[in-house]
């Protein structure tokens, strides 16, 4: 068992160093740049994701909304994950794959952030919803494996890729960059940074 445990140790840190490539950090760089510009501008995060990745698009709105490290004014972001009675209604009466896009059409105006999270980059809703954030003018932001084709083809404007197959891996990087990105958006907000 202790030599398994220390592979999987071993395997996340090379996947954290993997992304101390210059053009991977850049990608994030520029996916926190969007949300700063468009939370300057007084839009709003629309995050989204299934199972695992539903919990953390729901974290990291309450992180935002509420605090992360400092107290300070909320910072407008909202999980379609999180109502039950508008997902399964969407779901019962027209289909499963349009239970973020609906969302989206309803809440979403242009500049506003849609950020989709994704293990498998390629489950219908989440195409779906990045196709209707397009065409209703609003900024997409993918965090996915490492399949991102189907991504592509929606048009996602930024995509941070996770090169690895493992679930537990992907969301585990997820988490770390959603973590990141709420400590450096609120420190933007106290500072004044843009």
Partial sequence: MNDDFLKKIEWRV?????????????????????????????????????????????????????????????LPALALTSDMACITSIGNDTDFKYIFSRQLEALGKEGDIALGLTTGGRSP??????????????????????????????????????????TPVIQELHLFFLHMAAEILEKNLLTGDK
Avoid: W
């Avoid at 760089?29 to 989204?48: C, H, W, Y």
């Fill in 125 to 166: 809703n989440i195409m779906e919803a990045f196709r209707s954030a397009k065409s209703t003018g609003l900024r997409t932001i993918a965090l996915c494996g490492p399949y991102t084709g189907e991504l592509e083809t929606a048009g996602v404007e930024t995509i941070i890729s996770i090169p690895s197959q493992d």
């Fill in 14 to 74: 090379e996947q954290f160093r993997h992304f101390q490539d210059s053009s991977k950090l850049s990608t994030f760089q520029e996916a926190l740049k969007i949300i700063n510009e468009a939370l300057a501008s007084g839009n709003k995060i629309l995050v989204f994701g299934n199972g695992g990745s539903a919990t953390q698009a729901s974290h990291f709105a309450a992180e935002l909304v509420n605090r992360f490290y400092f107290n300070r004014k909320p």
